[in-house]
Nanobody, 121 residues
Framework: QVQLVESGGGLVQAGGSLRLSCVPS????????MGWFRQAPGKEREFVAA????????YYADSVKGRFAISRDSTKTTVYLQMNSLKPEDTAVYYC??????????????WGQGTQVTVSS
């Protein structure tokens, strides 16, 4: 079993930055990749970014390319989402996700509880 805990959300003005963190616990050796999704009020949850356990190259939704960056710490466990040049449309609950089933690039089966990000105009 893997558990995920996110932190780092908050309120920021448009153009500002935030860094989200996701700490996995439990059977972390079983994680193939980790990622971030977000869900805005009245909208479906959408993919934001992901990074495989092996390798350092992340992949991103077009809406955040060039503004967001996903990375891992040196222990290859904690995953970060650095969000720059934030826009009001980035406002959402952000969820950390993990894949322990070796699924497709956008398939994840473990979810955190979410952290709110609010960008004011």
């Amino acid at each position: 079993q893997v558990q995920l805990v996110e932190s780092g959300g908050g309120l920021v003005q448009a153009g500002g930055s935030l860094r989200l963190s996701c700490v996995p616990s439990g059977a972390v050796f079983s994680i193939y990749k980790m990622g971030w999704f977000r869900q805005a009020p009245g909208k479906e949850r959408e993919f934001v970014a992901a990074i495989p356990r092996l390798g350092s190259a992340g992949y991103y939704a077009d809406s955040v390319k060039g503004r967001f960056a996903i990375s891992r710490d040196s222990t290859k466990t904690t995953v970060y989402l650095q969000m720059n040049s934030l826009k009001p449309e980035d406002t959402a609950v952000y969820y950390c996700a993990a894949d322990t089933r070796f699924g497709r690039p956008y398939e994840f089966n473990i979810w955190g509880q979410g952290t709110q990000v609010t960008v004011s105009s």
